[in-house]
């Protein structure tokens, strides 16, 4: 089946690190991506990882993926103010479809 | 210069009603989607069209038909609107060929619809 978990909330202070986890079940996924999405605005892509990779990092953001446990997290080092957003992570699956989370709310206090 | 633009931006109607919501890129891309989000912020996939041919048609209400005039223009009817349509309803565009994974894709800022 085609679905991914994410915890609804994370709240922060400035300046720590914020680490949101994702869980997806097709194990088919080639792609998987990290979109962030402010109030009131379209999603933006933030970052991805191709499926048989275990890391991926640009600047600060770290992608970490375990494809046995089906496990994807990113971290944002340095967690700013302007990182309040909702994030979402997506699997690419098969005709090109993506299945998103519920999305993760980050909230982050100064 | 927007890349993916939808209007109208906000759109408040009464149940029974008949509307649409455009979507047009210049991107240059081969593939549209139209998504919904509803109130819980979950996400889903409702359509999508490669060169004007429909190739993703999910669980959605035949009252929803998706037409593109073009391969830059994505537009959505919905005929006999109900109040379960409330929601922010999002375009995207991807390349068919290149970006990442053949599936980068670019999102418009989205429409909101509230049924009445």
């Known amino acids: 089946g085609e679905d991914v978990e994410q915890s609804l909330f994370l709240s922060v202070r400035e300046g720590d690190s914020s680490v949101i986890n994702c869980t997806y079940t097709?194990?088919?996924?080639?792609?998987l991506y990290w979109y962030k999405q402010e109030p009131g605005a379209g999603l933006q892509l933030l970052t991805y990882i191709f499926s048989n990779m275990d890391m991926k990092q640009d600047q600060r953001l770290t992608v970490l993926l375990n494809k046995k446990d089906k496990h994807l997290s990113l971290r944002i080092a340095d967690t700013q103010t302007g990182d309040s957003a909702i994030y979402f992570c997506?699997?690419?699956?098969?005709?090109?479809?993506?299945?998103f989370g519920q999305g993760t709310e980050l909230s982050v206090k100064p | 210069d927007t890349a993916v633009s939808q209007t109208p931006k906000y759109l408040v109607t009464q149940m029974g009603n008949d509307k649409s919501i455009k979507c047009e890129q210049n991107l240059g891309h081969d593939t549209m989607y139209w998504y919904k989000q509803d109130s819980k912020k979950f996400l889903k996939i409702m359509f999508s069209?490669?060169?004007?041919?429909?190739?993703i048609n999910e669980t959605v209400p035949n009252r929803f038909s998706p037409k593109s005039p073009d391969k830059a223009h994505l537009n959505l009817h919905i005929n006999s609107l109900e109040l379960g349509d409330s929601a922010v309803y999002f375009c995207?565009?991807?390349?068919?060929?290149?970006?990442?994974?053949?599936?980068?894709?670019?999102f418009g800022p989205g429409t909101r619809l509230t049924v009445l």
């Open positions: 995207a565009s991807s390349p068919t060929s290149g970006g990442l994974g053949d599936n980068e894709q670019f």
């Open positions: 097709d194990s088919s996924s080639t792609y």
């Open positions: 997506a699997e690419k699956v098969g005709g090109g479809k993506l299945i």
């Open positions: 069209y490669n060169n004007k041919e429909l190739i």
